[in-house]
């Protein structure tokens, strides 16, 4: 491998779910550090904010976002509620950066449709940026944009949706952000649209331990790997490696200053 690159950013990892696939995340945030990389760290289960912040120390260039995913629709009604709760109380309690990840998932279909819209809507009104999980819901989308004002704005993390859904939610003042899986096969129409975004609102993800960009791909994935995406998007947009890095990290610190977190 080359020289490993520093300041990179990597908007959406989950560190406990690497260390659920067994990796140690201390020598990780200890390299990830030393590289300078910065990003947001997200969780899965609505209610594990103080533990990531525990894990993390006091790395303060992680952020944390936390939120009930489209998974939740199939909970109980009291479990549903009692989580909300707790989302409340640690958006007052921590510093949360954004509510995430939260939205639709039609593959999976986790509980109704309406139910997933429901709760979709009922976190992206709690005053913070909006981290959104889409999969196969692109229309769904298109038209709750249509349809509601989302004036804290956010990331579409793991963008993999239609031209359409992209124009729009850049017209709302949303970020797109990439994963590994644009480097896979078959990802030619991913990659035309990459190259023709307003480059000030791209980013960069691993969405780690998914989705491990090619050559990692089949293994257990780190925000480490996403050096490789970088070269990837760098050769795909014609870019020095040196001129992406500075321009993701541009628009990083702006999701961030849009965002007014308090840091302790």
Not at 114 to 124: D, I, P
Not at 174 to 197: D, M, V
Request: overall charge negative; charged content about 25%; proline content about 6%.
């Amino acid at each position: 491998m080359e020289t490993p690159l520093h300041g990179l950013v990597d908007s959406h990892f989950h560190l406990l779910a690497i260390r659920e696939k067994g990796i140690d995340p201390s020598p990780l945030l200890a390299t990830m550090k030393e590289l300078g990389y910065r990003g947001i760290d997200i969780g899965l289960g609505g209610n594990d904010l103080a533990e990531r912040i525990g894990l993390v120390g006091g790395y303060k260039e992680i952020y944390f976002a936390t939120g009930l995913g489209p998974w939740a629709a199939a909970w109980e009604d009291w479990r549903v509620k009692e989580a909300l709760q707790h989302l409340v109380s640690d958006l007052a309690r921590y510093p949360v950066l954004a509510v995430g990840e939260i939205g639709l998932d039609n593959y999976w279909k986790y509980g109704t449709t309406e139910r997933q819209e429901e709760l979709f809507l009922t976190q992206a009104d709690l005053g913070k940026p909006i981290i959104i999980h889409n999969r196969e819901a692109d229309e769904q989308f298109i038209r709750l944009l249509e349809e509601h004002s989302f004036p804290f704005g956010g990331i579409f993390h793991c963008f993999s949706g239609s031209e359409e859904l992209a124009d729009l939610a850049l017209e709302k003042g949303f970020y797109l952000s990439f994963a590994g899986s644009l480097t896979y096969k078959g990802s030619e129409p991913l990659i035309a649209l990459l190259k023709r975004i307003p480059k000030e609102r791209l980013l960069l993800e691993t969405d780690s331990p998914y989705l491990a960009p090619v050559p990692k791909r089949g293994r257990k994935n780190i925000p480490l790997y996403i050096e490789y995406l970088y070269r990837f998007v760098a050769n795909k947009l014609e870019l020095p490696i040196e001129t992406l890095i500075r321009l993701v990290s541009s628009n990083f610190q702006r999701f961030v200053d849009e965002a007014k977190v308090d840091r302790p």
